[in-house]
């Protein structure tokens, strides 16, 4: 059993967008896999997994993906990795960009 303690509820989701790594100006495509209020969780698409070892816990990624919407609307987000496993990448948000958006998003 696994007991998460969380301050804000976490969406399950399937949103395609793009990671910039600031410390290498690298692109790649990503797949959001889970999202809340201060962070989120990602895989790169399989041709970029190679970028995987690049990325270290505590760097700066800039990142940008499409909600589910009939807006489509687009979200831009600066964030600080804070976990990594071999898959996937959890981040926390360091902007409140589009905060309002996300929240009816996530609400």
């Known amino acids: 059993m696994e007991i998460e303690f969380r301050r804000h509820f976490r969406k399950d989701v ?27 969780r990602f895989e790169l698409l399989h041709i970029y997994s190679k970028y995987m070892s690049v990325i270290d816990l505590g760097d700066i990624l800039e990142l940008e993906f499409k909600l589910d919407t009939k807006q489509e ?13 071999d898959k996937y ?7 409140d960009n589009f905060s309002k958006r996300l929240g009816f998003y996530l609400g």
Do not use: H
């Open 14 to 40: 399937e949103l395609f967008g793009t990671c910039l790594i600031r410390k290498t100006d690298k692109s790649c495509d990503i797949i959001v896999r889970n999202l809340s209020m201060q962070g989120i």
């Open 73 to 85: 609307e687009v979200i831009s987000k600066r964030c600080i990795v804070r976990t990594k496993t």
């Open 89 to 95: 990448i959890g981040a926390e948000f360091q902007d």
